[in-house]
């Protein structure tokens, strides 16, 4: 990735000089445009939000398990990329019916397809990422989906919110994502509970070209 991509991102939010008001309870994300920055008056300070662009269905998760998180973020990662695949069969088809103890660390759907409910084939990418504030929003500002690991399971990223220079120094100020787990929903993350992300991964799906 190169940061200079990000930072243009950032100078041209800076032109607009607007901020999103923050994601209410609404079960879905959505923004018409990538980068925001402006002066926050609470904060006496210049901040900027990066968030996904578009409409991110929310997917519920059938427990808090944290493999059914996994499952659920794999549901609302693929639909944000355009395609629908329940659950059941990206245990099958990614997993072979029986998710590893951590999913997230498993490179082995790399390559693999699953039918979406057209019976379209899609090819599956998971990239471990370090957990790292500043490559989080530079994959935002390229509108790609991470999933991340918070309170004990894992969840999706739709937005952060920061402060810093333009050379890529920046503060985390919070984050915004998608709890599939059973009553949460759309959740706030502060700076210090980004303290305590356990791994983050990003998901890429795209049509296969040859059926498998």
Do not use: H
Not at 71 to 99: H, N, R
Not at 146 to 152: A, K
Not at 191 to 199: C, E, G, K, Y
């Amino acid at each position: 990735m190169i940061r200079r991509v990000f930072l243009r991102q950032v100078l041209q939010g800076l032109g607009g000089a607007l901020l999103l008001p923050g994601l209410g309870s609404e079960p879905f994300a959505y923004a018409n445009r990538k980068t925001f920055c402006g002066m926050d008056k609470k904060r006496k300070a210049n901040v900027c939000t990066v968030r996904l662009l578009g409409v991110v269905p929310f997917v519920k998760a059938r427990s808090a398990d944290p493999g059914q998180c996994w499952l659920a973020c794999l549901q609302m990662a693929s639909k944000f990329q355009g395609a629908d695949i329940p659950a059941a069969t990206l245990l099958k088809e990614l997993y072979e019916g029986k998710l590893p103890k951590t999913p997230w660390q498993d490179a082995g759907i790399n390559g693999k397809q699953a039918r979406d409910v057209k019976g379209k084939p899609m090819q599956f990418a998971l990239e471990k990422l370090q957990v790292r504030a500043a490559e989080a929003a530079e994959l935002l500002s390229e509108n790609q989906p991470i999933i991340i690991g918070s309170l004990g399971r894992p969840v999706l990223l739709t937005s952060m919110t920061y402060t810093g220079d333009l050379l890529g120094g920046m503060t985390l100020v919070d984050a915004t994502v998608l709890d599939p787990a059973p009553g949460k929903g759309t959740r706030v993350l502060s700076s210090p509970d980004w303290i305590n992300v356990s791994f983050a991964a990003r998901i890429s799906v795209k049509k296969a070209t040859n059926k498998s």
